[in-house]
Antibody, heavy 120, light 110 residues
Framework: EVQLVESGGGLVKPGGSLRLSCAAS????????MNWVRQAPGKGLEWVGRIKGMSGGGITDYAAPVKSRFTISSDDSKTTLYLQMNSLKTEDTAVYYC???????????WGQGTLVTVSS | QSALTQPASVSGSPGQSITISCTGTSSDVGGYNFVSWYQQHPGKAPKLMIYDVTRRPSGISNRFSGSKSGDTASLTISGLQAEDEADYYCTSYTSSRTWVFGGGTRLTVL
């Protein structure tokens, strides 16, 4: 059974940093695309970025609003996905979901989400 | 990359069929057969309903079906049930190696 458990959310001031983690199990992590998708309060879904497992070269892609501020990484030995968020803005406030892409969809399976609030 | 265009809301009565459209461009929906649809109930994580335009994951009712014509993809729900009331989102792969979501459609079962 695929399980994704996010952690690390919280309250941070504008301009600050935060690192989210996603513990994954139940599938071949080192060869999978993994995504971060966010949802601002009362708003729709927004794709943040993705990473291919290190066996696939550790390739990353990012959405334009977060490029150069956010970094996605993964640790195959811990089957854990990370999202390092720097220079945070109030508009980054959202629930952040960790998702798998095992069959050409950025959300085969979803974690429960972790809330990030950027506010002074 | 602009969000895909979905109607803000649709409604239907139990037993009826409804269709939700998702319009993009030749750089996303029209250029790839990587269109997915998600269902999201309030306070819950989204759930994959359709992938690769027409495929259903195991366990998803065959009342849900997907299609695509040109730059527009569609999700059809037949035999509408009360439990289908939720928000629905489409997504597509793009020529920029990114994914783009639609703005979401609220389905109300009357």
């Amino acid at each position: 059974e695929v399980q994704l458990v996010e952690s690390g959310g919280g309250l941070v001031k504008p301009g600050g940093s935060l690192r989210l983690s996603c513990a994954a199990s139940g599938f071949s992590f080192n060869n999978a695309w993994m995504n971060w998708v966010r949802q601002a309060p009362g708003k729709g879904l927004e794709w943040v970025g993705r990473i291919k497992g290190m066996s696939g070269g550790g390739i990353t892609d990012y959405a334009a609003p977060v490029k150069s501020r956010f970094t996605i990484s993964s640790d195959d030995s811990k089957t854990t996905l990370y999202l390092q968020m720097n220079s945070l803005k109030t508009e980054d406030t959202a629930v952040y979901y960790c998702t798998t892409d095992l069959r050409g969809s950025p959300g085969d399976y979803w974690g429960q989400g972790t809330l990030v609030t950027v506010s002074s | 990359q602009s969000a895909l265009t979905q109607p803000a809301s649709v409604s239907g009565s139990p037993g009826q069929s409804i269709t939700i459209s998702c319009t993009g461009t030749s750089s996303d929906v029209g250029g790839y057969n990587f269109v997915s649809w998600y269902q999201q109930h309030p306070g819950k994580a989204p759930k994959l309903m359709i992938y690769d335009v027409t495929r259903r994951p195991s366990g998803i009712s065959n009342r849900f079906s997907g299609s695509k014509s040109g730059d527009t993809a569609s999700l059809t729900i037949s035999g509408l049930q009360a439990e289908d009331e939720a928000d629905y989102y489409c997504t597509s792969y793009t020529s920029s190696r990114t994914w783009v979501f639609g703005g979401g459609t609220r389905l109300t079962v009357l």
